[in-house]
């Protein structure tokens, strides 16, 4: 059984566009900011969030997820500081244009860490370099085919 601390927390939102979001939050692990951060950012990076989407408000989203609305704004404070989100008085907060190159080096970014997980269990199971280096080439030819 879960201990309160530990509660998930999974919020489906419908921007604009008429798409659900989920943004999933768990206590007692990561700082909840830096899980907003990471999750909005990882849709942005991977383009299920396009220029222009907007975002629910810091209001909205800190009472929906039962979170306070310092931890979310600091969330979206960190967005726009490094460029994925922009926000207008009034208006609201939405994706930001992330140039292409941006966007391919996020997403490789985040291949670099799932391949340290990969070769982390690979090696814990015994295989070597040259195997796991086979095992990922056969990941990336079935990836590709996607």
Known sequence: MLDKRD???IMDIYNICGKPMEIYVRRGGEPLHRQIYESIRGKIAGGELKTGDPLPTVRGLAKDLRISIITTARAYR???RDGYIVTAVGKGSFVADLPGEA????LLRDAEKLL????LAAALAGADAEEFARMAA???DAGGKK
């Open 103 to 106: 966007r391919r080096g996020e």
């Open 138 to 140: 056969e990941a990336y």
């Open 7 to 9: 509660e998930l927390y």
């Open 116 to 119: 340290a997980e990969a070769a």
């Open 78 to 80: 960190d967005l726009e």
